[in-house]
Each structure stands twice: as structure tokens, then as C-alpha cells.
């Protein structure tokens, strides 16, 4: 397997630190609002990376956070007249709601800021003594210069960064380019620490909770592209001011979600929110996981129409297998591997091994819809239906896509082999009253 790694921007052999394993931490949403579908592509990708990794035989230690801390939270706390902690409540909740709308999971590890508030403290508080950072008033500060390869997630050089950087007024910094790690404030949530009561800056949070969490390097660290700079980088320099690491050995980020040709905003209002979506899920999954995940989408509703249509082939060809493999006792018995299908399953397996190319899996599995017309078409034997059957499932499952089907029912069984009877025999009439009765069940 080779992953793009986005710190040494090359396509680089897999290799986890532990073997069977992978530790996998997720930049989560600061909740202050609904998420909008740009939001949601880092939710399913690596969703998906997890799945895949999964049904590869990895044991997955997977987690991503909630950042409750944050000067919108505040903002947005004042204005609806609640506490920090029921905003933060409402929208972690209704983020959940959403994770599961788009058909991801949510059994995985999910700390909040506020929860590990004394293990930032602690953090912080190494930097201080190894030198690393600075108080300024109430304020603390990391000394970026002190870190001397700083800017090569995001490629960026460190000269060019400060002679570009805007020189504050008055400002408690040593440089420009310092960052918070914790700011004095007498507005909102605060929390006392050695060097005064406030909060944590934005950057410090990740990387304490990964200590806690995995306490060490860790295997892959995913994000949205957006957060390359300064958010990655400035988590990099402080584990490699205290642990002489980059956090972890891989770097992965996803591209943007754009709506009608431009970024999602929802400052500017330009935006579709997740829980609006009326759409089929499997749908838009199909629609998000069909581009290249370091590559940009362009949602319209053109676009997710097309993937509508697909989406109902590959429906329509399942149930096709199921309802025939039903009727015929055999959903329970023992496949047989038809050589093309394990061609078509190994093309699959090899296009998410190159960088989780997710279109050309999605292409693998269209193979696996025309493969198994022309199987029905054929009369093939049974276990080698079964064997179509299997596969697309075992396709649905790493790209979670959700299908509702379930045995018929003996008195509808009966029913439908009588209208097959009936249609043998051109009894018409006998037909459309069968045919009838399955389409009101939905059966056909």
C-alpha cells in the first residue's frame, strides 16, 4: 500500500510502526454550528480509510475531536444567551447526527478540549521549561524560529514567512510568526494554569490529546487541506520541540468541497448544510468518493444527479442477486470464485492501495455490476451469484453504502413464483394480479 505523504510530498510505501495496527487521528469540527457538506469529505474519506484499512486486516485505533474551546463558541454563547458547554452540547450532537447521515460511524475515540485542559496545561508548561515558548502578560507563545525546518508541511520558508508577516502594534510577541498557546482573556470559558487564568490556543489541543491518547508518533494524521498551514505546521513544531517527531510518520489532507465553482463559506452564506441534504446518502458518498481525495469536487446539482442514476444501477443489480439467490435458498449457501470476479476484486484491492484511489475502486465496482448482468442474464450457477453477492458487499462495506434488504416473507416467496409461473404460461391476467400484489410490498 503507498500513501501521498503530504510532509515529504511523495507517494510513500505504507509501512505502520506497529504491525497489524494503525493509529489514526482526525482533525474534528470546533462546534459552534451545523456542518455544511464541505465539512463532511473529511468525515467520509477517512471514514473510508479506516473501513479499508479494516477490511484489510488492521486493528484501527481511530480518534478525532471536538474542539469546545474557541473564541466562536463564546461569540456564538452570548448571543443565543446559553453557557459554552450547551452550545458545544447541541452542536456535538447534532455533528454526530449528521456523521451518521452521511453513513460514517461514530464508534471512535472523540476527546474535547475541555476534557483534557490540565494535559494542555502540562504541555505548555514543557515548552516553558525546555525554552520552546514564552509568557508575555498572561499570554504564552511558541518562539516558531527555535524549530529549524519550520514550514516544510506546508512549504513554506521561515524567511519568507516573517518578511511577509504583518508586524503587530504593541504586540507581546518576539516574532511575528509566534503563535498562542495560551491567551489570557477575560471573556468567556477560562481555566487557571501557572502562567494565569485563560484558555488554550487552537494549536497546542491536537497535539496534547494525541499524546494522551496514542503516546507516541503516531501512524496517519488527516485533515483538510486548509489546515496545512498554520494548524499542521505549528502542531509539528511543538512534538518536535518535545518529542523530536512530526507527529506522525504520515500526513494526509483532502481537498476542498467547492459549490457552483466556489469555497463553501459560512461567513458569506455560500453554503449547503449537511442536515438540509435530501438526498440519498449512498448518493452523495458515490458523489464525494468518485473524485481523488487530494483533488477539489465541484458540487451542483447536474453533477449529484448523475450519481443518482448510478446509484440506482448498482441498486437495481443487487437486489436483482439477492431476490434470485432468495427464491432459490440460497443467500446462506457457499459461493464459488468466478475468475473474473476476483479480477475484478484484485483491480479494487489495487486501486485503493495506490493512495486510496477511490475512483478507480468505484470503477472496479462498476465492473461488478455489468459482470453480474450478464451472470443473471446467463443463468450462471448459483454460488457464483453468491460470489457477486459477497463482493458487492464486501465493496459496500469499505465505501459504506447501505443497502436495506432482507429475505422475503414464505406467503410473498409463494406469490412470486407464482407470477413467474404465470408469465411462463401467458396468464395474463393471473400475472397482473401477482405483479400487483409485489409491487404494493415494494417487493418488485
Known amino acids: 500500500m503507498k500513501i501521498f505523504n503530504s510532509y515529504t510530498n511523495k507517494l510513500e510505501e505504507f509501512v505502520p510502526r506497529y504491525k497489524g495496527k494503525v493509529n489514526i487521528y482526525v482533525?474534528?469540527?470546533?462546534?459552534?454550528?451545523?456542518?455544511?457538506?464541505?465539512?463532511?469529505?473529511?468525515?467520509?474519506?477517512?471514514?473510508?480509510?479506516?473501513?479499508?484499512?479494516?477490511?484489510?486486516?488492521?486493528?484501527?485505533?481511530?480518534?478525532?475531536?471536538?474542539?469546545?474551546?474557541?473564541?466562536?463558541?463564546?461569540?456564538?454563547?452570548?448571543?443565543?444567551?446559553?453557557?459554552?458547554?450547551?452550545?458545544?452540547?447541541?452542536?456535538?450532537?447534532?455533528?454526530?447526527?449528521?456523521?451518521?447521515?452521511?453513513?460514517?460511524?461514530?464508534?471512535?475515540?472523540?476527546?474535547?478540549?475541555?476534557?483534557?485542559?490540565?494535559?494542555?496545561?502540562?504541555?505548555?508548561?514543557?515548552?516553558?521549561?525546555?525554552g520552546y515558548a514564552y509568557q508575555s502578560g498572561g499570554d504564552v507563545y511558541f518562539r516558531v524560529t527555535k524549530i529549524k525546518d519550520y514550514g516544510v508541511l506546508s512549504n513554506r520558508n521561515i524567511d519568507d514567512l516573517i518578511s511577509g508577516a504583518r508586524i503587530e502594534v504593541n504586540s507581546k510577541k518576539e516574532n511575528p510568526l509566534d503563535f498562542t498557546l495560551w491567551k489570557d482573556t477575560d471573556v468567556g470559558i477560562k481555566f487557571d494554569a501557572p502562567f494565569g487564568i485563560g484558555r488554550p490556543g487552537w494549536h497546542t489541543e491536537c497535539v496534547a490529546m494525541i499524546e494522551d491518547i496514542f503516546g507516541e508518533e503516531i501512524d496517519i494524521h488527516g485533515g483538510g487541506s486548509g489546515l496545512l498551514f498554520p494548524h499542521h505546521e505549528?502542531?509539528?513544531?511543538?512534538?518536535?520541540?518535545l518529542h523530536g517527531h512530526s507527529v506522525a510518520k504520515y500526513w494526509m489532507h483532502n481537498g476542498l468541497l467547492n459549490i457552483s465553482g466556489g469555497k463553501m463559506s459560512k461567513s458569506e452564506g455560500k453554503m449547503i448544510l449537511v442536515k438540509d441534504l435530501t438526498i440519498d446518502p449512498n448518493v452523495f458518498r458515490l458523489f464525494t468518493l468518485s473524485t481523488h481525495y487530494r483533488s477539489p469536487?465541484?458540487?451542483?446539482?447536474?453533477?449529484?444527479?448523475?450519481?443518482?442514476?448510478?446509484?440506482?444501477?448498482?441498486?437495481?443489480?443487487?437486489?436483482?442477486?439477492?431476490?434470485?439467490?432468495?427464491?432459490?435458498?440460497?443467500?446462506?449457501?457457499?459461493?464459488?470464485?468466478?475468475?473474473?470476479?476476483?479480477?475484478?476484486?484484485?483491480?479494487?484491492?489495487?486501486?485503493?492501495?495506490?493512495?486510496?484511489?477511490?475512483?478507480?475502486?468505484?470503477?472496479?465496482?462498476?465492473?461488478?455490476?455489468?459482470?453480474?448482468?450478464?451472470?443473471?442474464?446467463?443463468?450462471?450457477?448459483?454460488?457464483?451469484?453468491?460470489?457477486?453477492?459477497?463482493?458487492?458487499?464486501?465493496?459496500?462495506?469499505?465505501?459504506?453504502?447501505?443497502?436495506?434488504?432482507?429475505?422475503?416473507?414464505?406467503?410473498?416467496?409463494?406469490?412470486?413464483?407464482?407470477?413467474?409461473?404465470?408469465?411462463?404460461?401467458?396468464?395474463?391476467?393471473?400475472?397482473?394480479?401477482?405483479?400487483?400484489?409485489?409491487?404494493?410490498?415494494?417487493?418488485?
Open 27 to 130: 482533525c474534528g469540527p470546533t462546534v459552534y454550528s451545523y456542518i455544511h457538506i464541505g465539512n463532511a469529505r473529511p468525515v467520509i474519506f477517512f471514514d473510508t480509510v479506516r473501513r479499508y484499512f479494516e477490511h484489510r486486516g488492521y486493528d484501527v485505533k481511530f480518534a478525532s475531536n471536538f474542539t469546545d474551546v474557541d473564541d466562536k463558541i463564546i461569540t456564538k454563547a452570548i448571543e443565543l444567551e446559553q453557557t459554552e458547554k450547551e452550545v458545544t452540547d447541541k452542536f456535538i450532537s447534532a455533528f454526530l447526527t449528521d456523521v451518521e447521515k452521511v453513513n460514517s460511524r461514530t464508534d471512535y475515540i472523540q476527546p474535547r478540549v475541555t476534557e483534557y485542559i490540565d494535559e494542555i496545561i502540562n504541555y505548555i508548561q514543557r515548552l516553558l521549561d525546555k
Open 234 to 241: 505549528n502542531e509539528i513544531a511543538q512534538a518536535k520541540a
Open 297 to 444: 469536487i465541484n458540487y451542483t446539482d447536474e453533477v449529484l444527479n448523475s450519481y443518482d442514476k448510478e446509484w440506482d444501477k448498482i441498486l437495481r443489480v443487487y437486489k436483482a442477486l439477492f431476490l434470485k439467490l432468495d427464491l432459490n435458498d440460497m443467500l446462506y449457501g457457499n459461493a464459488k470464485i468466478d475468475p473474473d470476479l476476483l479480477l475484478i476484486y484484485k483491480e479494487f484491492l489495487k486501486a485503493m492501495d495506490a493512495d486510496f484511489n477511490t475512483p478507480n475502486a468505484i470503477t472496479a465496482m462498476q465492473d461488478l455490476v455489468k459482470k453480474s448482468n450478464q451472470l443473471l442474464r446467463s443463468s450462471a450457477e448459483f454460488e457464483v451469484l453468491l460470489s457477486a453477492m459477497k463482493l458487492f458487499d464486501n465493496f459496500f462495506e469499505v465505501f459504506g453504502l447501505k443497502i436495506d434488504v432482507s429475505p422475503l416473507a414464505k406467503e410473498d416467496k409463494e406469490t412470486y413464483l407464482l407470477w413467474e409461473r404465470a408469465r411462463k404460461e401467458k396468464d395474463f391476467d393471473s400475472a397482473d394480479k401477482y405483479r400487483n400484489i409485489l409491487q404494493a410490498k415494494g417487493i418488485i
